[in-house]
């Protein structure tokens, strides 16, 4: 934030554009040079608001999952639980994913009928859900990771933990909770979002 702060007079001198994605929340780190911006470059300033998804949530859905593989009770559950919002709909297809409510058919998903089915009110609660469906050693090298940040070495994460990561590391990928953003000079993963590695620092200090 720093950095861009400084970089923001140069779009005065030079034919250059600064693409910038943030939270629309006054809390949030990158908040303040929105605010800098806005005052001493509205000029140059252009603000778009990225709001619910709309009729396309339908479409993402079924992007997701396929046609006609949820009951259309549970579909419409799903979309007014998440109201437009893709990564609440993309973590609550995760979510029925690791309940085993969705498995995987050769390309395709079938839904079982006979798993149990939960649908988490909020964001926060099917995360907090996917959580608790974690081996303990996944579940302790997720929240360890949570403890260093949005991005997290290798080497600062191995020198948290009593054993090496390797094996629960190699699930929490699978899961689409963390990613691998750098193999070289040493090996760097991050949260997929950042409210995954909120929510799991809070679960150490609640």
């Known amino acids: 934030v720093q950095l861009l702060e400084q ?9 250059i554009l600064l693409v910038l994605s943030m939270r629309a929340e006054r809390d949030a780190a990158s908040w303040g040079l929105r605010e800098l911006a806005a005052r001493e470059y509205p000029h140059l300033l252009q603000q778009l608001d990225l709001g619910p998804l709309g009729d396309a949530e339908g479409e993402l ?9 949820l009951p259309a009770e549970l579909e419409h559950r799903l ?13 609550l297809v995760r979510s029925l994913v690791d309940a085993g409510v969705l498995v995987r058919d ?10 149990p089915l939960d649908v988490p009110p909020t ?51 699978r899961l689409e909770l963390v990613q691998q953003s750098r193999r070289w000079p040493q090996a ?19």
């Open 61 to 69: 859905l079924t992007a997701l999952v396929g046609a006609g593989t």
């Open 123 to 173: 964001v926060e609660k099917v995360i907090l859900a996917r959580l608790d469906r974690l081996s303990p050693q996944s579940h302790e090298v997720l929240t360890a990771a949570a403890t260093l940040g949005r991005r997290f070495a290798l080497p600062l994460l191995e020198g948290v933990l009593d054993e090496p990561p390797g094996e629960a590391l190699h699930e929490l990928q």
């Open 106 to 115: 050769g390309e395709a998903w079938r839904f079982d009928h006979d798993a």
């Open 7 to 15: 970089l923001l007079p140069l779009a005065e001198q030079s034919a």
């Open 188 to 206: 760097e993963y991050r949260f997929r979002h950042a409210l995954i590695q909120e929510t799991a620092y809070r679960t150490l200090v609640a």
């Open 79 to 91: 979309l007014s639980t998440a109201e437009g919002n893709p990564f609440f709909l993309e973590e």
